[in-house]
């Protein structure tokens, strides 16, 4: 009975590809699978192999793609088209803000990296509690301390490049 069954199963499973491969044909960078178009145009048939065809979504606008190409470009250095413009002097302000905000935080991070550096004390900080009687803790603890004071010098290289980026300070 097993073996009825999948011999069965075998040579169904053998009929599928057969059964499911319809002809398909080339038009150009187009694909169809529908003889009369396929005839209308002179569409080559494709041999040998399975073709998969996924449809792309389509540009909004409702303009032919070289109208929309073409003005595509220059719109992409301006802002959105239903942004409000910002008049020169809020834009001063608002850089005046981001600079002032950008320095407390670099003045706070190096803070935090000197109270670190202090602490780390060169790669050997003072051992605490248990760590006398248990040397791996310490070691955890001296990587761990060492990780924090990259991770915030990191910080402090990051908040120094956005400062950079704003326009220059006016008097």
Known sequence: MKTASLIFLAGSLLALPALSQERVWRCGNEYTNNATIAQQKGCKVMEGGNVTVVQGTRASGGGSSSSSSSSGGSSAARSPAGSPR????????????????????????????????????????????????????????V???????????????????ELGRLPAKQQ
């Open 143 to 161: 990587a761990e301390m060492k990780a924090e004071l990259a991770r915030n010098e990191s910080d402090i290289a990051g908040i120094r490049r």
């Open 86 to 141: 910002v008049e020169g002097v809020d834009q001063r302000a608002r850089d005046g803000e981001a600079r002032a905000v950008l320095e407390a935080e670099l003045r706070k991070a190096e803070a935090r990296q000197t109270e670190l550096q202090k602490e780390y004390n060169n790669g050997e900080p003072e051992k605490q509690g248990s760590e006398g009687r248990n040397y791996q803790k310490y070691l955890d603890r």
